[in-house]
């Protein structure tokens, strides 16, 4: 059973930075394109960034371009999600999800880890 | 910029009733669309994805249909675990400015 674990989340102040990691296990890492997805309190769902299976490949939300960088090391099944210049509008818990398709992305979530909660506050 | 948009917002149903959740695009997502449900506190679940294709163990009671800007999801027969907000995803335009619709929250009648 696919398992994915978050880990990183806390309470930071505005301008500031956290980095999340997803800890991957129960499948074939290294061969599937891997998803950040958060969610405001009450709110709904916002697709923050992806990379390809290899890292080769990124993409972000215009929300989050030029202060969020995602990477992985397939070396430790892990995913990461660097978050600078952080604001209040960031406030969110923060999914990682597997994307459905290996090699090739499908751009659908077929699972989800439990989510790490980050409030930007001052 | 595709757009997605769920309909209704809220919905109000009796258990062993059926229930139809509407969503919309903008412009056609073909049938890159999956369906999300998500209980409170709990990261979302996949339950269908290519617009009609149920994922792995989700109940038959749950079926997707539609193509192109018109989607819908049914539940046959609600049971009291099937209450909880579900989300639409189009996949057919990425990197998406949006992907995913609001929201519907299906509660008990």
């Known amino acids: 059973q696919v398992q994915l674990v978050e880990s990183g989340g806390g309470v930071v102040q505005p301008g500031g930075s956290l980095r999340l990691s997803c800890t991957a296990s129960?499948?074939?890492?290294?061969?599937?394109?891997m998803h950040w997805v958060r969610q405001a309190p009450g709110k709904g769902l916002e697709w923050v960034a992806f990379?390809?299976?290899?890292?080769?490949?990124?993409y972000y939300a215009d929300s989050v371009k030029g202060r969020f960088t995602i990477s992985r090391d397939n070396s430790k099944n892990t995913l990461y999600l660097q978050m600078n210049s952080l604001r209040a509008a960031d406030t969110a818990v923060y999914y990682c999800?597997?994307?459905?398709?290996?090699?090739?992305?499908?751009?659908?979530?077929?699972?989800w880890g439990q989510g790490t909660l980050v409030t930007v506050s001052s | 910029e595709i757009l997605m948009t769920q309909s209704p917002a809220t919905l109000s149903v009796s258990p062993g009733e059926r229930a139809t959740l509407s969503c919309r695009a903008s412009?056609?997502?073909?049938?890159?669309l999956a369906w999300y449900q998500q209980k409170p506190g709990q990261a979302p679940r996949l339950l269908i994805y290519?617009?009609?294709s149920r994922a792995t163990g989700i109940p038959a009671r749950f079926s997707g249909s539609g193509s192109g800007t018109e989607f819908t999801l049914t539940i046959s027969s609600l049971q009291s675990e099937d209450f909880a907000a579900y989300y639409c995803?189009?996949?057919?335009?990425?990197?998406?400015?949006?992907?995913f619709g609001q929201g519907t929250k299906l509660e008990i009648k």
């Open positions: 412009q056609s997502v073909s049938s890159n």
């Open positions: 999800a597997k994307d459905a398709e290996g090699l090739d992305a499908a751009f659908f979530f077929d699972s």
């Open positions: 290519g617009s009609s």
């Open positions: 995803q189009q996949y057919n335009d990425w990197p998406p400015e949006h992907t």
């Open positions: 129960a499948f074939s890492f290294t061969t599937y394109g």
């Open positions: 990379t390809r299976y290899d890292g080769n490949t990124k």
